[in-house]
């Protein structure tokens, strides 16, 4: 199935809100823990989400 250029760009602006996310707190956070990154980042992500959809 191949995605729409309106929903490739989509995607990526998505990407590029997670990462830059996942900068910011390695930027700021002294977490060394990998699993503890990835769950801050997908709840920070999560509650991203929550208010757009609002």
Known sequence: MSMSNEERIE???QRIIE??????HWKKS????RRATVDF???ILSDMK???AA
């Open 11 to 13: 995607v990526a602006e």
């Open 19 to 24: 990462l830059k996310t996942l900068i910011n």
């Open 30 to 33: 002294n977490i060394s823990s």
């Open 41 to 43: 980042v997908e709840g």
């Open 50 to 52: 929550g208010t757009k």
